[in-house]
């Protein structure tokens, strides 16, 4: 079995930093690309940041410039450094990551989400 957890999230004013972080464990031979995806209520899903396994970083426009992302690939673990946070970014951050198993194949996981809530 593959897990993803994700820790981090909170309350913070517009303007504020928050750190979340997401370490897979279980049965890993490797993992390719990870990422963090936000879904605010009503709103579908949307990707937030993506950084492949050789750490290149790709990012929504919405975050760019204010958010960054980053890997720990010797831990497994993702990290998303959120700074100038605005009211719109409220909403629940997951983190997913495609995850090659000891068979062989790849499959993408999810972590259970982590509410962020910006206020004014």
């Known amino acids: 079995q593959v897990q993803l957890v994700e820790s981090g999230g909170g309350l913070v004013q517009a303007g504020g930093s928050l750190n979340l972080s997401c370490a897979a464990s279980g049965s890993i031979f490797s993992i390719n690309a990870m990422g963090w995806y936000r879904q605010a209520p009503g709103k579908q899903r949307e990707l937030v940041a993506l950084i492949t396994s050789g750490r290149n970083p790709n990012y929504a426009d919405s975050v760019q410039g204010r958010f960054t992302i980053s890997r720990d690939n010797a831990k497994n673990t993702v990290y998303l450094r959120m700074n100038s946070l605005k009211l719109e970014d409220t909403a629940v951050y997951y983190c997913?990551?495609?995850?090659?198993?000891?068979?062989?194949?790849?499959?993408?996981?999810w972590g259970q989400g982590t509410q962020v809530t910006v206020s004014s």
């Open positions: 997913s990551a495609n995850i090659r198993r000891l068979s062989g194949y790849a499959y993408d996981y």
